[in-house]
């Protein structure tokens, strides 16, 4: 029997239309194609709106869909309202209840209606009594304060990581929302909780071009011919922020330091291929933020819910550890 190897996609997140078009030019050259988180009733949007990339990536093969109706099934609904109910008990979203702003929709296959109606209900209801969700209007999403709504949505791209080998897809979260990151390490820190410490952040670095004047197909075929140096960079992000948080604290400062000087090695391998190729100074940068837990320190249950808040219920790896973690990426010439 031949086992097909999973592909690496860039699993892009808080929502299933990107914030930056261009960056997903760049996800590109790291990844193997990128992945979104999709109501069944929103399927073909990131194409009509993007007519440019998401069109020919899906007819690629190379913009992969998630279907929140699919996707977020029992297992990930329990874990999500579970996640979310500990935030709630910790007192921490109580400073947005007495907020006046905007609520956004969100799904109501992305809260789980689909996959456990009776625990999304019961969520919902929590919200709901908190004043941080209203009823439905339409039938199919739920106006929510857009701070829950991130919240909800950073959890998901982590739960739903060990989803993706059953669609052949090794998912990493990232984002070109820096908040979003700056959020994900508030939870994976929190007080008390088993991972506190443990936290691994890796500073963004510039590393590539902006590719916004580049057509898709000489993105395309550039990733081709430089493949494995990209590749080579964005795995030992990940594979070090791991191997880092399972450290000691005390421990942390010089290994970061060796790790640091390995990826400054990876980061000009990846920039000279760029700038030879397209004339242009490096301006793109790619930071990660993530955490590692084993087993054996604890009650597994606990180690993914501390009394004090909710931690990422992260995918298990074939060592047998859980984690969470996210790319962040980011345009310097825009963003400063």
Not at 15 to 41: A, C, Q, R, S, T
Not at 94 to 122: K, N, W
Not at 218 to 234: K, T
Not at 238 to 248: D, I
Request: aromatic residues 8%; charged residues 20%.
């Amino acid at each position: 029997m031949t086992v097909t190897a999973s592909q690496d996609v860039a699993f892009y997140y808080p929502g299933h239309l990107w914030y930056d078009v261009d960056h997903v030019k760049n996800m590109l050259l790291f990844f193997d194609g990128v992945g979104v988180l999709i109501p069944e009733y929103k399927k073909g949007e990131p194409e009509y709106h993007d007519p440019i990339v998401a069109a020919p990536l899906r007819e690629r093969g190379l913009l992969h869909y998630l279907v929140a109706d699919e996707v977020v099934d029992a297992s990930a609904t329990e874990q999500l309202a579970a996640a979310v109910e500990n935030v709630l008990l910790s007192g921490a979203l109580e400073p947005l209840m007495a907020e006046r702003t905007a609520f956004h929709a969100l799904s109501m296959s992305r809260l789980g209606f689909a996959g456990d109606r009776e625990v999304a209900e019961r969520l919902f209801q929590q919200l709901k009594a908190r004043g941080l969700a209203l009823e439905s209007e339409d039938g199919a999403s739920i106006p929510m304060h857009p701070m829950v709504r991130y919240l909800i949505l950073i959890l998901l791209a982590q739960i739903l990581r060990p989803a993706g080998p059953k669609m052949g897809l090794d998912l990493s979260p990232i984002t070109d929302r820096a908040k979003i990151v700056e959020a994900l390490q508030e939870i994976l820190s929190l007080p008390g909780a088993v991972l506190a410490g443990h936290v691994v952040a890796f500073d963004l670095q510039t590393v590539t071009v902006d590719l916004s004047s580049i057509p898709l197909d000489e993105v395309l075929d550039f990733r081709n011919q430089h493949r494995e140096a990209h590749r080579r960079y964005i795995r030992s992000l990940r594979r070090f922020a791991r191997e880092l948080s399972l450290l000691p604290v005390e421990e942390q400062s010089t290994a970061f330091a060796d790790r640091q000087a390995e990826l400054d090695d990876y980061a000009a391998d990846v920039k000279k291929a760029a700038r030879t190729a397209w004339r242009k100074p490096a301006a793109v940068a790619i930071g990660l933020t993530g955490a590692a837990w084993t087993l054996t320190t604890g009650d597994p249950i606990g180690a993914l819910f501390a009394a004090c808040g909710a931690l990422m219920p992260g995918a298990k790896d074939a060592s047998g550890e859980h984690g969470a973690f996210s790319y962040l990426l980011s345009a310097h010439q825009r963003y400063g």
